[in-house]
């Protein structure tokens, strides 16, 4: 699933900062990093040695929202003689600047992964890096793992492989004005072949029955006083764009099956009927109609995420149906399971080392299997304790918990109006069968809600609003009771 974005007006920033820096101070998050690690990257820099093979030639392009800095994938796109498609496809090398057991390793290590919230970012690596010579900014030679995908006309994968590489990006584009020259038939082929192989993966996606949810990013600005909440629809270029980083994450899972040392993310189904049954009400009390026999990933796919209660549906199921873990294995000790249920493929996350600690990992081995060697010992070294160094991220929390904030605000003047809503879950199996969680009609937001009576899942609830308070601590910044 796409990460969910929000987005505030400076105006709305303003008014909510106080809230937003309590919440990172709760999650411990902070954007600044200590002198020896900002020492440690300017020695990085210093100390930076470019890959002998040079790719510079390739007219390499990233596309990214317009203020990015942090470049971690650039792509160059060609149609292959007789027929089908090669993609170039450079993901920063940051190994290239962090040396392990070092200061900028045990600080990424301690981060994990880069948090977002509506007025900034706190980055895994510091900016001088991140978004300097480690990241895949235009014009500047930059050192790379470089790979090479080659697709047969339906956008099968034939071949792939990745090496080091130094490359340069010509051109920063962004995913409005790439979706518009598209369309206008204006964009020029490398970038316009985005559209013709991403569809095919797409089509490949749902015939396998892999599942993708793109849930519209949040729009929040505050006028005459008060918070306006809206929201704005994926753009068709940044699913195709995922493809080209999916298909590279399933081409480094198999590299890694193949040569038996490797880290998976891992996804099952859930299997618990009771869970299933309990999506499945859910699904037939928003409206939605869920034919007997059709699997999950096929009506996922069908559903529009513009629509507030097929949003409200994806975003509750998603989370009960399907549960993501880290599998790491060497020696060829293949795990029993080795699928990403959402995806349907054995896959890995490896296109995003600048904002995730894992890649860097994942890069490393598929480059050593391609070349025939052995995998670096400080890789091997940290195979067993990944899984669990990745669990302690806070970024699932910090979106959630950024989503909860700002839909308090929007509601925080509306105290002890009573909403018309759905319940779309109880906590009846934790033995609170009078508390839940409940989607509003207007505004399309959800929230906590509690009744003098048992809850029933469905049930429509006349819920009055008892809380919204961005600024309070606890787990619920919404509360709403039944009237």
């Not at 309590?22 to 999650?27: G, Y």
């Not at 450079?90 to 919230?117: Q, S």
């Not at 340069?168 to 020029?188: C, F, M, N, P, W």
């Amino acid at each position: 699933m796409r990460r969910r974005q929000t987005h505030m007006s400076p105006e709305a920033q303003d008014a909510l900062l106080q809230a937003l820096q309590r919440l990172r101070a709760e999650l411990k998050a902070t954007a600044e990093f200590p002198a020896h690690v900002l020492e440690a990257a300017e020695d990085a820099k210093a100390a930076l040695r470019l890959p002998d093979k040079d790719a510079t030639h390739l007219p390499l392009f990233t596309i990214d929202p317009p203020t990015s800095k942090d470049l971690d994938q650039a792509m160059y796109l060609e149609r292959r003689p007789g027929g089908g498609y090669r993609v170039h496809y450079a993901i920063a090398d940051v190994a290239a600047f962090v040396k392990p057991g070092g200061p900028l390793d045990a600080e990424a290590h301690d981060r994990i992964e880069t948090l977002y919230f509506p007025d900034l970012k706190v980055p895994l690596h510091p900016p001088s890096l991140s978004e300097g010579p480690a990241s895949l900014l235009p014009n500047q030679i930059v050192p790379a793992l470089l790979w090479q995908h080659d697709l047969d006309a339906d956008g099968n994968v034939t071949d792939s492989t990745v090496s080091r590489a130094r490359v340069r990006s010509q051109a920063k584009l962004d995913y409005r004005r790439v979706q518009q020259d598209i369309e206008a038939g204006t964009a020029e082929e490398p970038v316009a072949l985005l559209r013709e192989i991403g569809k095919l993966r797409e089509a490949l996606e749902a015939a396998r029955g892999g599942v993708s949810v793109n849930l519209p990013d949040q729009e929040v600005t505050l006028e005459d006083g008060s918070f306006r909440l809206g929201y704005a629809a994926a753009l068709p270029v940044e699913g195709w764009n995922e493809q080209i980083s999916l298909m590279t994450g399933m081409a480094a899972a198999r590299i890694m099956l193949d040569s038996g040392t490797g880290i998976l993310r891992t996804q099952k189904e859930q299997d618990d009927q009771e869970v299933i049954r309990r999506v499945q009400d859910i699904a037939k009390l928003l409206g939605i109609d869920w034919k007997p026999g059709v699997p999950y990933a096929a009506l996922a796919n069908s559903l529009d995420p513009a629509d507030r209660k097929h949003m409200a549906f994806l975003s509750e199921a998603t989370a009960m149906l399907l549960k993501a873990e880290y599998t790491t294995f060497r020696d060829h000790h293949i795990p029993k399971y080795t699928l990403h249920a959402a995806i349907a493929a054995p896959y890995t996350s490896c296109t995003a080392p600048l904002r995730r600690l894992i890649d860097r990992y994942a890069g490393e081995l598929c480059v050593a299997a391609c070349a025939g060697q052995a995998p670096p010992n400080w890789v091997l070294d940290a195979l067993r304790c990944l899984p669990c160094d990745m669990a302690r991220g806070k970024g699932k929390a910090a979106d959630r918990r950024a989503v909860d904030l700002v839909e308090a605000a929007v509601l925080k003047d509306r105290l002890n109006e009573v909403f018309d809503g759905t319940v779309i879950n109880t906590d009846a199996e934790d033995g609170k069968p009078k508390e839940g969680t409940v989607h509003l009609a207007d505004p399309a937001v959800m929230g906590r809600i509690t009744s003098g009576t048992d809850l029933v899942l469905g049930a429509s609830v006349h819920a009055k609003l008892t809380r919204a308070d961005p600024l309070f601590s606890g787990k619920h910044k919404i509360l709403f009771n039944t009237v």
